[in-house]
């Protein structure tokens, strides 16, 4: 049974820093792309950033290049987000997603997996 536990989110200032963390189990880690999304309420659910299977290939929302950056780690089976000089417009519920194939994208439809989320709430 494949599970995604997020965690790290929490309360920060505006400029601070975050690092998230999504532990996978239940399936061949190392053989799936992976990505975060988050998601406000009210809005619709927005890529972030995702990672292919061995990390040769990389994208970000323009919103976030140049503050965020994805890695992974294929031994421990976990995937993270680190945030830097967050804003709060990167307010939202944090979601780790495992992708249907090796490679990433950012259409939320081709994740078959999703965790519960973690918050992160920047304030100003």
């Known amino acids: 049974q494949v599970q995604l536990v997020e965690s790290g989110g929490g309360l920060v200032q505006s400029g601070g820093s975050l690092r998230l963390s999504c532990a996978a189990s239940?399936?061949?880690?190392?053989?799936?792309?992976m990505g975060w999304f988050r998601q406000v309420p009210g809005n619709e659910r927005e890529f972030v950033s995702g990672?292919?299977?061995?990390?040769?290939?990389?994208d970000y929302a323009d919103s976030v290049k140049g503050r965020f950056t994805i890695s992974r780690d294929n031994y421990n089976d976990t995937v993270l987000l680190q945030m830097n000089n967050l804003k709060p417009e990167d307010t939202g519920l944090y979601y780790c997603?495992?992708?249907?194939?090796?490679?990433?994208?950012?259409?939320?439809?081709?994740?078959?997996?999703w965790g519960p989320g973690t918050q992160v709430t920047v304030s100003s």
């Open positions: 990672i292919n299977w061995d990390s040769r290939l990389i």
């Open positions: 239940g399936f061949t880690f190392a053989t799936y792309g």
């Open positions: 997603a495992k992708h249907n194939r090796h490679f990433t994208s950012r259409v939320g439809d081709h994740y078959s997996n």
